[in-house]
């Protein structure tokens, strides 16, 4: 099972008490209900309150976000290594973690942040990706994962 958890906000949330606002943002969610496999995505939005809103797609996610590879009893996830088209987050983009492999019932969690320019100014978005490989509990990211990789970067 796979849940993106999308976060976005204008420089209005980027500092003092839209900071701290952003920061109690939760990670993770339950899961919604659906056959394996699927992606559940939650995007809140600062101009919406930050509420969570959900969608729920059967299948895996496109390569064109996360490479995913079953292979021995293990699988192996890399979020894609070009960020949104509109995005860049100030990291060398030649350096990347490698693949994380995961074994059954193992759960990961990989974080990313971007930043766009417009001409009205500047957007922010941080990506949560949580992969679960075999446990099927809604609770299954509530909890701390197996494997955490933190690619954020000062916007």
């Known amino acids: 099972m796979v849940q993106w958890v999308r976060v976005y906000w204008t ?6 008490p839209g900071a701290v ?17 699927f992606v559940h995505e939650v995007r809140m939005l600062e101009w919406n309150g930050f509420s969570p809103s ?11 976000q ?16 070009n960020a949104p088209e509109w995005a860049r987050n100030g990291l060398d983009p030649a350096w990347r973690p490698a693949p994380v492999a995961m074994r ?5 969690r ?6 766009r320019t417009t001409e009205r100014g500047w957007y922010y978005r ?16 509530l909890h701390p994962p197996t494997h955490r990789v933190d690619e954020l970067s000062r916007l």
């Open 104 to 108: 059954p019932r193992q759960t990961l």
């Open 54 to 64: 959900t969608s729920v797609f059967s299948g895996l996610p496109p390569r064109s």
């Open 126 to 141: 941080l990506d949560t990706l949580n992969v679960s490989y075999g446990n099927r509990t809604a609770e299954v990211f």
């Open 21 to 37: 606002r952003r920061g109690l943002l939760p990670a993770a969610f339950p899961l919604a209900e659906a056959e394996p496999p």
């Open 11 to 16: 420089k209005d949330s980027r500092g003092g």
């Open 66 to 81: 996360v490479e995913m590879t079953e292979s021995d009893g293990c699988l192996r996830v890399l979020p894609a290594r």
């Open 110 to 115: 990989w974080q990313i942040n971007h930043r």
